[in-house]
């Protein structure tokens, strides 16, 4: 599957980043926490619970396929959602709802 923004598909690589491959949960939990406002790295570290490297690590992999941006404020990065990782946060986020009350 190709994808498609307007759509708010994922191809077969983002969709396992997403939902099989290890650091999964933790870069949905990245896209849930960019939902509301850009945060820069430290922000979602301490909001998740984990340290910088891993947050780091996992936002490079998000911005890869473009479900987030970067930017620059000074000396501080920030991070938002694309259009696309809007789209595709909240379809897969709906998605893995529906799944836990169903």
């Not at 960019?34 to 619970?49: D, F, I, R, S």
């Amino acid at each position: 599957m190709m994808l498609n923004a307007q759509e708010g598909k994922l191809n077969d690589e983002a969709s396992v980043l997403l939902t099989y491959a290890k650091g999964s949960r933790k870069r949905r939990d990245i896209l849930q926490a960019l939902e509301l406002a850009p945060k820069n790295c430290n922000q979602l570290a301490q909001e998740l619970g984990s340290d910088w490297w891993t947050i780091q690590k996992h936002l490079q992999q998000l911005m890869k396929y473009s479900l987030v941006k970067g930017i620059t404020f000074g000396r501080i990065k920030f991070y938002k959602l694309t259009p696309k990782g809007e789209l595709i946060s909240k379809s897969i986020l709906f998605k893995l709802r529906e799944k836990v009350t169903a």
